[in-house]
C-alpha cells in the first residue's frame, strides 16, 4: 500500500501537485482534512488549528493586548505554546490512523516526518522565486495589488514558520533533500502534466515493489 | 527528442543510476567518452584532461617540485589554470555537438549548465553519508582498509573539488536544487529500480509533451 507525503515551498503549486496526483491514481487526499480531523478530536475551532499547525508562533507573534498585564500576557503564551504541542499530538495521531485506512497522499503537517517508520514517498515540491510569485498572483486577485518584492517577502515569511514549527517538532531541517525521496521543481512546468508523470513513476514503483 | 543530464554526489550511485536509465531507456550514455572526444580535439592525454575535468585546482593543489624557482611553479600554475580554461571551451564544443546527435544521457561535466538553453530533463541524484560510504566500500576492494570517517572525508574531497570546478564555470552552486527538475535521494535504495520508475517517468513525459 502506498502512502505520499507531499511537503511543499508556498507558492510552489505543490498542493495542486498533490491533489492532481491523488486524482490520478485514485488516492485518498488529506490536506485541510487533517485540521478538521484534529479540531474535531480536540473540541476546537479547524480556524484556530489551522492558525497553530504549520506556523510556529514566536512569542512576538502572538498578541500582546497592550493594557493587559505582563503576567496575563505570559499566561497567554503559555496557553499557545501548550495548545502548539497537545495540537501536535493529536495531528500524529490522526496522521498515523489515516495512513491505515489505504492508499493515499497527505499535503504537509510534518506527515513526512511523523510517518517516517512507514514505507513512505516522500516528495518535496519547490520552485524559484519568479515562478512562485507568478503562481501567487494567479492564485489570488488581492495579490494584485502587491509588488513583486512584496509577495516575494509574503512567500518567505509564510515559509519561515513553516520552517520553524517543522524544526522545532521533528528536529530536522525543513527542505532539507536528504529527507525526501524525491525533490520536484515546478517552475515552468504545467503542475497536471507533472502530476501525471511522477504517477507513472508511482505505479511503477508499486510494481516493481510488488 | 529528449537529452537528460545526470549530476551526481560521488558514491550516490550516480553514474550507475544514469547508465541504466540509459539502457531502459535506449538512450546513448556519455560519460567517459567526453573526455576522450576532449582529449582527442585537444591532441592530449585522456589522464590528463580526466585530471582536470571537475576537478577544480587550488593553488595548493599543483605540485610544487621543491627545487625549482617561483618563476618556473607559477608558470606551471598559469599552464595549469590555462589548460583548465581550454579545456573547459572544448567540453562545451562536445557536449553540444553529442547533444544534437539524438535521445541521450550526460553524466557530470557541467553538462546541465552547458546545455541550460535546451529542454534538457536535468537530475541530481544525491545519498546520505552512511549510505556513500557504504556504496564506496562495496565499489571497491582498496577501500576495505579505510575507516568509515577516511571514506567520508574522502567522498566530501571530491564532490569540494566538483563543486569548485563547477561554480568556477557556471557561477552557480552545484547541488543546488534550483538548478535541476528533479532530485532523487539514492539511501537505501535499488539503483536499477530507481532507474525504471524513472526511465517511465521519462517516457510518460515524452507522450505528454508530444
Not at 30 to 46: F, G, Q, S, T
Not at 141 to 161: G, P
Request: glycine share 6%; aromatic share 10%; charged share 30%.
Amino acid at each position: 500500500m502506498t502512502i505520499i507525503t507531499v511537503s511543499r515551498e508556498f507558492g510552489s503549486g505543490g498542493r495542486e501537485f498533490a491533489k492532481s496526483l491523488a486524482e490520478e491514481l485514485q488516492f485518498t487526499y488529506y490536506d485541510k482534512e487533517i485540521i478538521r480531523a484534529v479540531a474535531e478530536e480536540m473540541n476546537l475551532d479547524p480556524g484556530y488549528i489551522d492558525s497553530i499547525m504549520e506556523h510556529m508562533p514566536g512569542i512576538g507573534l502572538i498578541p500582546l493586548n497592550i493594557g493587559r498585564s505582563f503576567a496575563a500576557t505570559a499566561l497567554d503564551a503559555q496557553t499557545h505554546y501548550f495548545d502548539n504541542d497537545r495540537v501536535y499530538g493529536e495531528q500524529t495521531k490522526v496522521i498515523h490512523e489515516l495512513s491505515q485506512r489505504g492508499p493515499c497522499v497527505f499535503v504537509g503537517r510534518c506527515s513526512d516526518y511523523i510517518l517516517r517508520d512507514r514505507n513512505v514517498l516522500r516528495i518535496f515540491v519547490y520552485a524559484d522565486m519568479p515562478a512562485k510569485v507568478a503562481r501567487c498572483r494567479e492564485r489570488s486577485a488581492e495579490n494584485e495589488n502587491f509588488t513583486d518584492r512584496l509577495l516575494a517577502k509574503k512567500i518567505k515569511d509564510v515559509d519561515s514558520n513553516r520552517m520553524r514549527y517543522y524544526q522545532y517538532f521533528t528536529d530536522q531541517k525543513w527542505g532539507n533533500p536528504l529527507n525526501y525521496d524525491l525533490c520536484l521543481n515546478t517552475s515552468g512546468k504545467d503542475i497536471k502534466t507533472l502530476a501525471k508523470t511522477v504517477a507513472v513513476l508511482v505505479k511503477e514503483r508499486e510494481k516493481l515493489q510488488g
